[in-house]
């Protein structure tokens, strides 16, 4: 996947569908019923759960899918780097107006 140089547009995802993301950053394009597998049990996701959040991924466009047959493939559109780079930028803005410096200088206190 090439690197996108508009960061600050890239979907912003909940704790949720972080979880969702992984098997397809980890194995490649999966099958719904295969990003089921690979969810941890501790949440007790039903499978219709995991579609769902799948189409909403797809909506927000941090995921795309190919249609194989009867099936759907659903993969990542932007590399896991790509994604956790624009969630620390977001969570550094929010949290600091001014950028990283304060983050920074904050460490060693």
């Not at 979880?19 to 719904?32: D, N, S, V």
């Not at 190919?66 to 099936?71: F, R, Y």
């Amino acid at each position: 996947m090439k690197q996108r140089r508009n960061m600050p547009d890239l979907p912003k995802l909940s704790e949720m569908e972080w979880e969702i993301m992984k098997p397809l950053w980890q194995h490649g394009p999966l099958a719904a019923r295969d990003v089921f597998s690979y969810v941890p049990d501790k949440y007790g996701w039903a499978y219709e759960t995991v579609k769902s959040m799948l189409l909403r991924l797809v909506k927000k466009g941090a995921i795309a899918y190919d249609q194989v047959g009867n099936s759907y493939l659903y993969r990542a559109v932007y590399t896991h780097r790509e994604m956790s780079r624009a969630a620390t930028r977001s969570f550094i803005r929010r949290v600091f107006d001014e950028g990283a410096t304060p983050f920074f200088a904050q460490k060693g206190k």
